[in-house]
């Protein structure tokens, strides 16, 4: 089932560690995915996004991976800082059209130590 | 860089009351999305918004809720009477064809 409540998966690093944060999404219809930064007190904010063609895509320091037989995602985060402390939320959509709605999964704080 | 904007940052409000959450777009956005975070919960959809009307809601979006876009700016998202499960940060977003959404900041409602 689904927890609710204010306990959220952590993953603690060290800076300068790579990061890998995982998402389990429910939709296999779902043809768009996104990752986002929440910092405390702010929105979620873009980090990066994946097509349902795709099964990996790069940004700067970002990596995002794509399973789409075991409906998993994972964004990865090269040589960590403490600025990358934040919960990291995915999100899937049937579309990226820009119109369609978000689904978003449960989060992960991410704490990075200096 | 075009922001979203949302005001007040934070609204305390009596159980019963009204309020009205409110909300500046990117200026060249075409679609328009209210969502809310429950304290340490997943960002919920509640309602979409489109060429002057509903384009989705979801259940949260119940006969309390409305949204209205009255002026060429603004974006507001209406709670008649407010409940204490009502509590949450509302975000608004805001978007364009073929890219994504942009969020505000949130305001955090409390009720009391």
């Known amino acids: 089932g689904e927890s609710v409540g204010l306990h959220l998966p952590t993953l603690s690093v060290q800076e300068g560690d790579n990061s890998i944060i995982n998402c389990a999404y429910s939709?296999?219809?779902?043809?768009?995915f996104i990752w986002y930064k929440q910092e405390s007190g702010k929105g979620p904010q873009f980090i990066i996004d994946?097509?349902?063609?795709?099964d990996k895509r790069q940004g700067q320091r970002v990596t995002v991976l794509l399973n789409k037989t075991v409906k998993h995602l994972s964004l990865q985060i090269a040589a960590t800082q403490p600025g990358d402390s934040a919960v990291y939320f995915c999100?899937?959509?049937?579309?990226?059209?820009?119109?369609?709605?978000?689904?978003f999964g449960k989060g992960t704080m991410l704490l990075v130590s200096p | 860089e075009p922001e979203v904007t949302q005001t007040p940052s934070h609204q305390v409000t009596q159980m019963g009351q009204e309020v009205i959450l409110r909300c500046v777009p990117i200026?060249?956005?075409?679609?328009f999305y209210w969502y809310r975070q429950i304290l340490g919960q997943k960002v919920e959809f509640l309602v979409s918004?489109?060429?002057?009307?509903?384009?989705?809601k979801s259940e949260i979006f119940d006969d309390q809720f409305s949204v209205e876009r009255p002026d060429g700016s603004n974006f507001t998202l209406k709670i008649r009477s407010t409940k204490l499960e009502d509590s949450a940060m509302y975000f608004c977003?805001?978007?364009?064809?073929?890219?994504?959404?942009?969020f505000g900041s949130g305001t955090r409602l409390t009720v009391v």
């Open positions: 999100a899937e959509s049937w579309s990226d059209s820009g119109y369609s709605t978000l689904t």
């Open positions: 918004f489109y060429n002057n009307e509903i384009s989705e």
């Open positions: 994946i097509r349902s063609n795709m």
């Open positions: 200026s060249n956005h075409l679609y």
């Open positions: 977003a805001s978007s364009e064809p073929n890219y994504g959404y942009t």
């Open positions: 939709n296999s219809a779902s043809d768009y």
